[in-house]
């Protein structure tokens, strides 16, 4: 009985470690940071980033097509700045809007 609750309690720690090494969603370089949003683009070069940089996402939406923007709720954007490439685990369903919007669950910087 001790074998099988063992058994079956480490297939469940390693089901979850597995779980949560998987691959992010998507990668993108953010644009903006507010108190509990990111926007983010999802198809944007670092070189195209640059040009861009300065204009304000208004501006962006008008002028430059086919960068696609996503708007992510996530509780510690203090720990993320404009230009940072970053991968995106998505929490849920991605709202079909312009921007789009999604909730983040995990960020972390792209090596």
């Known amino acids: 009985m001790k ?8 297939a469940i720690l390693l089901s979850i470690s597995i779980a949560g090494c998987g691959n992010s969603d998507m990668e993108g370089i953010i644009l903006e940071v507010t108190e509990n ?6 198809n944007l070069s670092q070189d195209k980033y640059e040009d861009i940089k ?8 008008e002028e430059e097509k086919g960068i696609s923007l996503i708007s992510l709720a996530y509780d510690n954007t203090e720990e993320w700045s404009k230009g940072d490439e970053v991968k995106v685990w998505i ?3 991605i709202l079909a809007s312009y921007p ?3 909730k983040a669950k995990k960020i972390q910087f792209k090596k």
Not at 3 to 10: A, N
Not at 54 to 61: D, G, L, P, R, Y
């Open 37 to 42: 949003e990111i926007l983010l683009s999802k």
């Open 100 to 102: 789009e919007q999604a």
């Open 3 to 10: 074998k099988k609750v063992f058994i079956t309690f480490t």
């Open 91 to 93: 929490d849920g369903d």
């Open 54 to 61: 300065n204009k304000s996402i208004s501006e962006i939406q």
